[in-house]
């Protein structure tokens, strides 16, 4: 989350919408991202219903996986990181700023 923050700016000159998703109540959202410096909008998935529809709930520990989606306006995954690969954002936010996305 903070990398993405870190990047925010770029993300948004590609007319990029950044979104955090937790499995963690709105509360604990905002507690969580002014902790750490959060400004774009964190969304509860209390209960993981969205998570598990994504297919990264993980039902032993209650928690969503570590994933970036990035998703175009049709609604298409056109990008995604996993666990690991996902706390550096540098690949999606690559992404965004290739001139074919921008269109």
Known sequence: MKALQQDL??????????LGVSVDSAFANKAFA??????????SDWG???????????????????????????GKILEEQVDNAAIDPT??????????LKN
């Open 34 to 43: 002014d902790q750490i410096g959060v400004t774009f909008p964190l969304l």
């Open 48 to 74: 993981g219903e969205v998570t598990r529809e994504y297919g990264i709930y993980l039902s032993k520990y209650k928690a969503a996986r570590r994933v970036n989606f990035l998703i175009g306006k049709d």
């Open 91 to 100: 690949k999606i936010v690559d992404t965004c700023e290739r001139p074919k």
């Open 9 to 18: 700016k770029r993300l948004e000159a590609t007319d990029t919408q950044v």
